[in-house]
């Protein structure tokens, strides 16, 4: 009996111990908001309405999701190598940089080669950030997690200097670059969504999310359906034994940080190519730290990413509509309603695991 119990758990773990985690989250989240005198339920509510309860509510959630899906997948790619990739702030920032030199400079092409090429070079600056930690990890022993969170501040350095003195728009104040081709516009989703009668009303949602998505089911594929991603998790699991396989783990922490980093880099793609429409400061918006959270929610697999940057993306539209609905909820609550959920959802993704294991594996 408890070994059919043990069973059903291990079925179970990896949608049930999210769930319990954002359970938890919200627990806390609700009696934060009782303690100031405020109904935890109405604002559940007001969070849930603003994020599904219209057509543009939810066209937000989505867009807001879709940045969250490129950085959840940029850092589960380089957790499946061993790899903890703090960088994607930083990566989706010049990558940034790859789309909008295509926005502004090649915008004179057919459309639909000015999306593809925002793609490919949204992507190659990306990796291309990203290679450097990553070669200093593999051949010369630096530590990831710190070349990676250094290498966010000279990104920021660089596209504050490059904002400031060479990209900005002659004779304006505000550190932003001209307005893109309209080439260089990715398409709304409006038209698709009409078909099924929602009504995105202003919201930016674009042709990002599928996108992001087709990534997503790519990426999945890639890491189970084909000898690379085998391979690459044999490098990140054990790395003595993928020595002994013939596998050179430093060879696959290379591959994976490029394929981290041009994820990472295709965010511009949504914000700036299908948001923005011109280069500015900051950009990512924190999409980058809040991507390591999707991917640990999401058990860093593609589809429960998915999920993840979904209720992410929830939690930034309703808590935006939650400060203006309930004006004692201030924003500064809401950044802590969300950090919490990053607490439990993330940082403390095992709390439940001990118990729950002996709840299901306990003789009856």
Not at 136 to 157: D, E, P
Request: aromatic content about 12%.
């Amino acid at each position: 009996m408890s070994q059919s119990r043990s069973a059903l758990y291990l079925r179970l773990e990896p949608f049930l111990l999210p769930v319990l985690n954002l359970g938890l989250a919200l627990l806390v989240s609700g009696l934060i908001i009782f303690s100031i005198g405020e109904n935890p339920l109405k604002a559940l509510q007001v969070i849930f309405q603003g994020s599904f309860g219209s057509g543009e509510g939810l066209g937000y959630t989505l867009f807001y999701s879709t940045n969250y899906i490129f950085t959840g997948l940029a850092v589960a790619v380089a957790y499946h190598a061993g790899l903890f990739n703090i960088g994607c702030e930083g990566q989706a920032y010049v990558g940034g940089l790859g789309v909008s030199f295509v926005g502004l400079y090649l915008g004179g092409l057919p459309a639909w080669c000015v999306i593809i090429l925002g793609i490919l070079t949204g992507a190659l600056f990306g990796a291309a950030w990203a290679y450097v930690p990553a070669w200093l990890q593999a051949r010369k022993g630096s530590h990831i997690v710190i070349t990676t969170i250094m290498f966010n501040f000279i990104g920021s350095a660089l596209m504050t200097w490059l904002l400031v003195v060479v990209l900005i728009k002659p004779g304006q104040q505000a550190p932003e670059s001209r307005e893109f081709s309209n080439h260089a516009f990715l398409p709304s989703l409006k038209g698709l969504f009409s078909y099924a009668g929602i009504n995105l009303g202003q919201s930016p949602l674009n042709l990002a999310l599928l996108i992001s998505l087709t990534a997503a089911v790519a990426i999945w594929f890639l890491l189970w359906r084909t000898r690379f991603g085998y391979q690459l998790r044999v490098a990140g699991t054990s790395p003595a034994a993928a020595r002994y396989a013939g596998i050179s783990p430093e060879n696959f922490m290379l591959k994976a940080m490029l394929l981290s980093g041009a994820l990472a880099g295709c965010l511009g793609l949504n914000e700036l190519m299908g948001s923005q429409h011109r280069l500015t400061l900051d950009f990512p918006a924190g999409a980058g730290f809040i991507g390591i959270a999707v991917a640990l929610m999401g058990r860093n697999n593609p589809i429960g990413i998915c999920f993840s940057a979904l209720l992410f993306g929830a939690l930034v539209q309703g808590g935006g509509e939650l400060a203006f609905e309930m004006p004692h909820i201030s924003h500064a609550l809401v950044i802590v309603i969300q950090g919490l959920v990053i607490l439990f959802c993330g940082a403390l993704d095992q709390l439940l695991k001990k118990p729950l294991r002996r709840i299901f594996t306990t003789t009856v």
